[in-house]
């Protein structure tokens, strides 16, 4: 399957939102670097982390076990079931936040990568 993918920091200096409708399609158009912005493949008995990680990419992670919330993304389109046992708050999994590190798409998809720190989502970590 086939993930899209786009570094939050660029939604934050563009002055977009995560909820925009059009917010890939700006992105295809924005010229932006492969590290922010892109698409891959991700194997099967791949993680979504891994995967960016054979791509050659640095995303956030620190336990790789679903324990600290440093991986989390926000998945705009597609799905990609969380194992039954992680640490985010049902409320963000509702909103589709995902720990990158213990979860694979299965289907294509969409996803906003490093949304750790932004407010929608630390608010709801602490
Ligand atoms: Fe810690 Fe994913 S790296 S939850």
Request: proline share 6%.
């Amino acid at each position: 399957v086939e993930v899209q993918y786009l570094n939050y920091e660029i939604i934050a200096d563009e002055g977009w939102a995560l909820d925009d409708d059009d917010l890939f399609e700006k992105a295809a158009d924005g010229g932006f670097d492969p590290e922010d912005y892109g698409r891959f493949h991700v194997a099967e008995n791949e993680s979504l982390l891994e995967a960016a990680e054979s791509e050659g990419y640095a995303w956030p992670f620190a336990c790789r076990g679903g324990a600290c919330t440093n991986c989390a993304v926000a998945v705009v389109e597609g799905e990609m079931p969380s194992p039954q046992s992680h640490i985010l708050p049902q409320e963000l999994h509702d909103k589709g936040i995902r720990l990158s590190c213990i979860v694979a798409p299965e289907t294509d998809a969409k996803i906003v990568y490093n949304v750790k720190h932004i407010p929608e989502v630390h608010d709801l970590l602490l």
